[in-house]
């Protein structure tokens, strides 16, 4: 039995307009307001370009606004840690990328955030295979054919990607130690810089998402080896996998996991699951993410902490290993 003074405490946030915690979290017909989407880059690249097209239609399914709110900085360090320190009623959400949740933990010993404990999972929101480029120039078709170009000279050869610490810095790390290669990795800030000098031919090889290399394939100064994922991509199904070219272990690609704050009441985290899965079933939401190079793959909540947990001790062996740190 709650004590005089308890109660009286939830008698006057009762008529401020407030309520406790507890209150807040199991209030029914959720939402009854505006959902704010927290995205933890700036505005105009991929991540928040799909967060604005996954949110409007979320706004739609859930009947209240969704409400942009871009936190970038710290390779989404400020914007992940905004989010793990919000109320955990439902009302605030991360859109974000492995970066948050396997890559960050791997490179940085001391985060504001538990990738694990700190977050409550809705569903991933789309997936993007990773993909092994090459230079038109180099003589180079077929995975076989660079694993034997580039153990002939070691430690000759280099390869781009999008940043020190990012998705494509891991898979090709991941590349080598399989298929045991000796390469100079060459960081870039950002994909594109990376894809400008590996079609002039500044470096003969590249990671990169299949988004980016699609336009740039059909200029047909960069070729396509192979994808990281166990299957082929559904945007550049043409292009083998690693997998199916001798190196089977090897599986990893970029995904967007949509998130609340951890606690997040039964009942919130029902209607949230529903209100995504509606989403990514909406024919032009997934043509809207298709035309910007992410594949509209869904997944419920289950199965987005499972790939969290599964790919966290798999990037901290690959940090390790490669000696990838967030400096």
Not at 115 to 140: D, H, M, Q, T, Y
Not at 172 to 186: D, F, S
Not at 265 to 290: G, I
Request: glycine share 8%; with cysteine.
């Amino acid at each position: 039995m709650k004590s005089p003074s308890a109660l009286a405490s939830m008698a006057l946030l009762s008529c401020l307009g407030l309520a406790p915690m507890a209150t807040l979290a199991a209030e029914s017909g959720f939402p009854s307001r505006p959902v704010t989407l927290v995205i933890p880059f700036p505005p105009g690249g991929a991540t928040d370009v799909n967060g604005r097209i996954i949110g409007q239609r979320l706004a739609r399914e859930l009947g209240q606004p969704v409400v942009i709110e871009n936190r970038a900085g710290a390779g989404t360090i400020i914007g992940a840690s905004y989010v793990s320190k919000a109320a955990p009623d439902g009302y605030t959400l991360l859109v974000s990328s492995g970066t948050t949740f396997t890559v960050n933990p791997a490179i940085r010993a001391n985060l504001p955030y538990d990738p694990v404990k700190s977050f409550e999972p809705i569903g991933i929101a789309g997936r993007i295979a990773l993909i092994l480029l090459a230079n038109s120039e180099v003589p180079v078709q077929t995975v076989r054919q660079f694993v034997d170009y580039v153990k002939a000279s070691p430690g000759k050869y280099s390869y781009a990607s999008f940043g020190t610490g990012t998705t494509a810095h891991f898979a090709g790390e991941t590349i080598l130690h399989a298929a045991g290669l000796k390469m100079t990795h060459v960081p870039y800030k950002g994909s594109a810089p990376a894809m400008t000098d590996l079609m002039g031919g500044q470096v003969a090889f590249s990671v990169d998402t299949v988004g980016a290399a699609i336009p740039q394939l059909k200029s047909g100064k960069i070729k396509a080896i192979a994808v990281t994922t166990a299957r082929r991509s559904s945007l550049l199904p043409e292009a083998p996998t690693l997998a199916e070219s001798g190196y089977p272990d090897i599986d990893m690609d970029s995904w967007l996991i949509l998130a609340a704050p951890g606690g997040l009441p039964a009942d919130a985290k029902v209607r949230l699951e529903k209100a995504l899965a509606a989403t990514m079933a909406d024919p032009d939401t997934r043509a809207r993410l298709s035309a910007q190079g992410l594949d509209p793959a869904y997944s419920n909540a289950a199965v987005a902490s499972a790939l969290i947990n599964r790919e966290l001790p798999v990037m901290r062996a690959v940090a390790a290993r490669a000696n990838i740190t967030a400096d």
